[in-house]
């Protein structure tokens, strides 16, 4: 059995809709999409700083649309592990451990991995929407679509747009 | 650089005198450790259940004798990373977090690994306690003495009474 990586942020978990939840709230003006694209999660939000760490940032994200059933078919044919940055931000270890609970109850505690850099995480294919965890994975890589990588070269990963393309490229 | 992967509980964290703390809290009486030699944690500790996954019992743990020192040493020398099983119990995420913050302060959050099964994480060199964790390990592999592993066959690891003997074998 193929042991997949998935990553949460940007591919699990909404979090550009908490970005831009969180921002308009101290701006009072919410961005469009579209006009991120190619901007670094930073650039994009320029408060950021203000409410990452904040409770509920993590823990009260929306679901990325078919996440949840994609995942109940890859989880029977791949040995799944959910592989998330979350040490630069201790609140979030908690919450996103209650958040794959809540959507994900067929994910064991087994199947989680919180961890700083993934670079010590191996496995056969790996998603993940930043270049900075698939540029030095050894395995097959999928560069799931957000605002941030859009419009820029996708080097040698595969980009996918949403959760019914993956489950093209990996269901048997 | 080599990269070292270090365990936590029992190789870092003295968590025997957690368990003997909490134990005898219950019990009135306190085992020594020669008698719970071979002994599984749980076949040692029938009442974990009860206080495992308690405030305070991953987060309070004493340092293992030695650990700090050589941990500053070894981290100069190689890619480290701390990785421990935390998932099964979501309240040590946080704690566990917060305690290697406060003893190992040299150690960054990029280096934490929190997961369930180790199967998953990669490198050249593992100091863990637990056979279950080592025996699946494809480099170079350091069983860290506890009263559960002591007598039985190492296998093909390598035993570990302390850290100094660690840094005997480690350092260059």
Redesign the interface.
Request: aromatic content about 12%; glycine content about 12%; some cysteine.
């Given at each position: 059995m193929q042991?997949l990586?998935v990553d949460m942020d940007g591919v699990l978990a909404d979090i550009y809709q908490q970005f831009l939840e969180f921002e308009s709230a101290l701006t009072g003006q919410r961005a469009n999409l579209e006009d991120l694209y190619g901007k670094s999660e930073r650039e994009a939000f320029p408060l950021h700083e203000q409410y990452v760490h904040s409770a509920g940032f993590f823990g009260n994200a929306p679901l990325i649309k078919g996440a949840v059933e994609a995942m109940e078919q890859l989880n029977q044919h791949y040995e799944v592990?959910i592989?998330s940055s979350?040490?630069?931000f201790?609140?979030s270890?908690?919450e996103k451990?209650?958040w794959l609970q809540k959507h994900f109850p067929f994910i064991?505690?087994?199947?989680?991995?919180?961890?700083?850099?993934k670079t010590?995480?191996?496995?056969d294919i790996m998603i993940d929407d930043h270049f900075k965890n698939l540029d030095h994975f050894k395995g097959r890589t999928l560069l799931f679509k957000q605002p941030h990588n859009v419009g820029l070269p996708a080097k040698n990963h595969e980009r996918v747009h949403d959760w019914s393309q993956i489950l093209q490229l990996l269901l048997p």
């Open positions: 042991r990586l592990f592989v979350a040490t630069e201790p609140q270890l908690g451990h209650a064991s505690w087994r199947q989680m991995v919180f961890c700083g850099s010590a995480v191996s496995g």
